[in-house]
């Protein structure tokens, strides 16, 4: 009798965790980009046919732009680097969160190396926010004793990069001199690219050679535009002298580390994020009195 009562329990708890795992995962991945709605389709569409041979059946991935910022202009890049910019940009980057998570997504991933909003982001919403800086870098430093990281030829960006690893504690991993930028300026390999990611792919693997040579086991695209292009253009290892040497893309990471948090989640209620300490995002109480005090509608 007590063995029945014990095996009905296990059938009942498998049937709950079976119902749990057949859930489709909405992922909703931000592009950090004055996107035109009508244009998020078509992103969505090329985003699913890039990673659909990687992703799980039962993952659907939308993407979505911010709603405001400024048109893209060469003579402003610098506007990046901004405190003031940076902080406007990461208030759209919450808007854009908060929008996802009231349309029902289970998380969202924001696809930009500078993980704009992220952290500000998890104070607010109840559902999992990934950028694409920290998983990657996590992930590319288990690759290899050391790694090196390619990022695109704007102002700065090496620097900051450079501090992003150090931040994340990985600078024992990081190939001396590792991070390099591309050979091209972004402003003109960028549009290049979105029509034939293989000119940028090609300059790309040369630069990433020279890097294996000099000792790096693995190499990072840290940025959202260079991973994607080489990515679509089928760039995920390089054979140097014989060896063979991962490239890492950092939406693809992020992508199937949300995948395995949110299976996490849903199969045993795994907290993710930690709600332990200051990581509680406000609940709607408090949010409607922080919205209030500071004139939010």
């Known amino acids: 009798m007590l063995l029945t009562i014990w095996l009905g329990s296990v059938e ?101 190396y500078d993980d ?58 990081l190939l001396d001199d590792g991070v390099q930028k591309e050979c091209k300026p972004y402003i003109e390999s960028q549009p290049e690219a979105s029509e034939n990611p293989q000119p940028m792919a090609d300059r790309l693997s040369e630069q990433a050679v020279e890097l294996v040579r000099r000792g790096a086991d693995a190499i990072i695209m840290a940025c959202g535009g260079l991973g994607d292009n080489c990515f679509r253009s089928g760039l995920h290892s390089l054979e140097v002298d014989g060896e063979i040497v991962p490239v890492v893309t950092p939406l693809l990471v992020s992508l199937k580390q949300t995948e395995a948090m949110l299976a996490m989640k849903k199969a045993y209620d795994f907290p993710v994020f930690s709600k332990a300490h200051d990581h509680k995002p406000l609940d709607a109480e408090s949010k409607q009195r922080v919205h209030q005090g500071y004139g939010i509608a």
Not at 128 to 147: A, D, N, T, Y
């Open 12 to 112: 009942n708890d498998e049937t709950a965790r079976d119902d749990k795992r057949i859930r489709i995962m909405k992922i909703c991945v931000i592009q950090v980009a004055l996107v035109p709605q009508e244009y998020w389709s078509y992103l969505t569409e090329q985003f699913t046919q890039s990673y659909k041979d990687v992703l799980n059946p039962d993952t659907k991935i939308e993407v979505r732009g911010v709603s405001a910022m400024p048109a893209p202009d060469p003579a402003n890049l610098h506007d990046y680097r901004n405190p003031y910019f940076e902080l406007l940009l990461k208030t759209e980057v919450v808007k854009a969160s908060l929008k996802a998570e009231e349309d029902g997504f289970d998380a969202i991933i924001v696809n930009c």
């Open 116 to 173: 704009p909003g992220v952290s500000e982001a998890r104070g607010v919403v109840n559902i999992p926010v990934l950028g694409i800086c920290e998983p990657s870098l996590h992930f590319v430093s288990q690759l290899g004793r050391k790694f090196a990281a390619l990022v695109p030829d704007l102002p700065g960006q090496v620097e900051v990069v450079k501090g992003q690893i150090a931040e994340h504690g990985l600078t024992s991993h």
